[in-house]
T-cell receptor, first 115, second 115 residues
Framework: AQKITQTQPGMFVQEKEAVTLDCTYD???????LFWYKQPSSGEMIFLIY??????QNATEGRYSLNFQKARKSANLVISASQLGDSAMYFCAMSASINDYKLSFGAGTTVTVRA | EPEVTQTPSHQVTQMGQEVILRCVPI?????FYWYRQILGQKVEFLVSFYNNEISEKSEIFDDQFSVERPDGSNFTLKIRSTKLEDSAMYFC?????????????FGDGTRLSIL
């Protein structure tokens, strides 16, 4: 069974600073995908970044980067140069790529950016 | 940028009534999903749909639930006889590839309130 753990329920970060959101996962599948989503207070789910288990390089999308450490089974999200609009709930999610369709989500981390 | 569209944004229904939630996935996507998020909790997978049939479903997706793709664009979730515990945000998602190979893009959700 897949399991996603986000141990930080809430974090504060100063505007323009970087913040790292932790995510660890557990799966016996050799092939899987890791995702991060942002959920603002308005409720929608916004896809941020994707990392495949066989990708050699860490994924990056603008100010978002994924620190993928396969041996440690961690996929931390780094948000650089935080903006007030980054204040939201962030979810880590995982799906095995073979014979699996669903995403399993972590409990989420609330990020509050301070001016 | 193409997006997943969900209607209505908010649905209020009496317990025991049937409700249909509607979704228009991204047009060239082949995989469709429903998730729910009870207030303050993590996002939970309900069902995935591919090639006009259910490909995977969770324990939550019991006989009260059904999905349908009535035409080439719409994807619906029906709850036959709603219960108080069905109150949640329901998200539709779609992807161009299976499971962990490509990101799932979510709609803005339908907030379902059962009275």
């Amino acid at each position: 069974a897949q399991k996603i753990t986000q141990t930080q329920p809430g974090m504060f970060v100063q505007e323009k600073e970087a913040v790292t959101l932790d995510c660890t996962y557990d799966t016996s599948d050799p092939s899987y995908g890791l995702f991060w989503y942002k959920q603002p207070s308005s409720g929608e789910m916004i896809f941020l970044i994707y990392q495949g288990s066989y990708d050699q390089q860490n994924a990056t999308e603008g100010r978002y980067s994924l620190n993928f450490q396969k041996a440690r089974k961690s996929a931390n999200l780094v948000i650089s140069a935080s903006q007030l609009g980054d204040s939201a709930m962030y979810f880590c999610a995982m799906s095995a790529s073979i014979n699996d369709y669903k995403l399993s989500f972590g409990a989420g981390t609330t990020v509050t950016v301070r001016a | 940028e193409p997006e997943v569209t969900q209607t209505p944004s908010h649905q209020v229904t009496q317990m025991g009534q049937e409700v249909i939630l509607r979704c228009v996935p991204i047009s060239n996507h082949l995989y469709f999903y429903w998730y729910r998020q009870i207030l303050g909790q993590k996002v939970e997978f309900l069902v995935s749909f591919y090639n006009n049939e259910i490909s995977e479903k969770s324990e939550i997706f019991d006989d009260q639930f059904s999905v349908e793709r009535p035409d080439g664009s719409n994807f619906t979730l029906k709850i036959r006889s709603t219960k108080l515990e069905d109150s949640a945000m329901y998200f539709c998602a779609s992807s161009g590839g299976q499971g962990g190979t490509q990101p799932q893009h979510f709609g803005d959700g339908t907030r379902l309130s059962i009275l």
